[in-house]
DNA sequence: TCGATTTGTCTAATGTAATAGACAACTAAT
DNA sequence: ATTAGTTGTCTATTACATTAGACAAATCGA
């Protein structure tokens, strides 16, 4: 096996000092307005080169987050993340409520197939049974905040795709099931790099971090009703349980 | 501003390849011990060279999760990932109990500061206050699996440090204040890449992603008792909610 | 034993990442 | 108007990332 004398990571460094300086601003550290370091100070501190450090800010700049003024320095412009708060009852539409003036949910695709052993599990029903399976993504203010992933056994719910394209409203759909209360049964997060797919439709960089929750949605009595795999890009997008 | 004909994302595509492969793993597509597809095969699954898949193979061979037998191809090794649940009674090392067989704190420093505006907050006291902060990070089977950072409440909690150095556990040292009994008010979930700090305490490449979570626990009354802000190495944790 | 398949090693060429230094252009205060 | 401090641009060099091709070494079944 090939030596790794690698101790890079594979993450430029640019890129980490960009996540750094980014996570400064989202966190509070530095409030909108605020001027950030000079990039000599930067450079110091990240240790690295001046020009390393205004690749980081040119990246940042053009996201909206900083904006720089020669002679002046560089200024923070929009430290804005969203916050996606998780629960008992947790309803994307509703959660997102507030925080931005437009939110859209987009179907991209449906498709029945076989549950995988995951699937079924998640489900709780026999592996290889029918399940609708269901690709979307949803903007805020014209912003892709999230990409997901959705599986619902068929023999409950066979046209879910079609009712979910005329309510607009997963809440809404599952209540023309006659379901008029679901509860989340569990929520699994994770987090890694976005795949190319993901990366184009979300409109990121490649490499960008995504948060990864997987979601088990109940009825009443408890039975699975759905399972969903949502992608949000972490810069964007927080997590409140 | 310079402008970025980069489209890279300062993630290498080695680094994504292995993330990718990872993912299949610790999400249960590759079981232990199954044969991944042909180094030729990934090349061309991940539009890449096949020294580029390797360098990724190469990675996760070191990391333990894949093995290279040559002649017969390439296997899974180990797809353990540990869970940490989140709920209203979140306790460390309960959460964890079962899932390693040594579980190890260590606290690496303490000291009395004055809150910032972010804990002052997440404590419910008035900025500037006196706190207690605690460094720390534990250890799963001599893994690290977690860097913390806890602010408690002066006032109410003077010599925290040094009774959680004798009691070695959050718990007991809670108890021993009269608090019997803790939950969880709130946890806040994001991610975002390691800093250098964290890479060398970890014993993480640069770049590795972490989950971040924010954390505030309440006594019986409701009242905040502590905030812990802590990192966990996504290639080895996930959360639970 | 042979041949197909697969991982391991080597060389080479090209583009990106990071460092280094110098100077221009702009701002704000003296 | 001058000066110190800041961002913008340019050139150059070195190390890493990625691609490409060729062949060796090990495995397994026919």
């Known amino acids: 096996m090939t030596v790794l004398k690698d101790v890079s990571g594979g993450v430029a460094l640019w890129r980490r000092i960009a996540d750094a300086i ?12 605020d001027r950030l370091p000079t990039e000599a100070v930067l450079a110091e501190r990240f240790s690295a080169n001046r020009h390393t450090v205004r690749r980081a800010l040119a990246v940042l700049a053009q996201d909206g987050v900083v904006g720089a003024e020669q002679g ?31 939110l859209t949910s987009v179907s991209l695709s449906n498709r029945l197939e076989n549950a995988t052993a995951a699937v079924a ?3 709780d029903i ?16 014209g912003v892709s905040i999230s990409r997901s992933t959705t599986w619902l056994p068929y023999r409950r719910f066979p046209d879910f795709a079609e009712r979910i394209a005329r309510f ?6 599952f209540a ?3 379901i008029e209360d679901y509860a989340r049964a569990s929520t699994r997060i994770s987090a890694r790099h ?8 979300l409109g990121l960089a490649p490499g960008a971090i995504l948060l990864v929750s ?8 408890g039975v699975p009703i759905s399972y969903a795999l949502s992608r949000f890009p972490a810069e964007r997008m927080e997590l409140v349980v």
């Open 22 to 33: 980014r996570l400064d601003i989202v966190g509070g550290k530095l409030a909108e307005g």
């Open 72 to 102: 002046r320095g560089t200024f923070v412009r929009n430290a804005r993340r969203l916050s996606y708060p998780i629960g008992k009852r947790t309803r994307f539409r509703e959660g997102l409520k507030g925080q931005a003036s437009s």
């Open 121 to 123: 599990k998640a489900l």
């Open 126 to 141: 026999r592996s290889a049974s029918k399940v609708v399976r269901l690709e979307g993504m949803s903007l805020a203010d």
């Open 168 to 173: 607009a409203s997963t809440t809404e759909t």
């Open 176 to 178: 023309s099931y006659g």
């Open 194 to 201: 976005a795949d190319v797919e993901e990366t184009k439709l």
């Open 214 to 221: 997987e979601a088990v949605d109940v009825d009443a009595e």
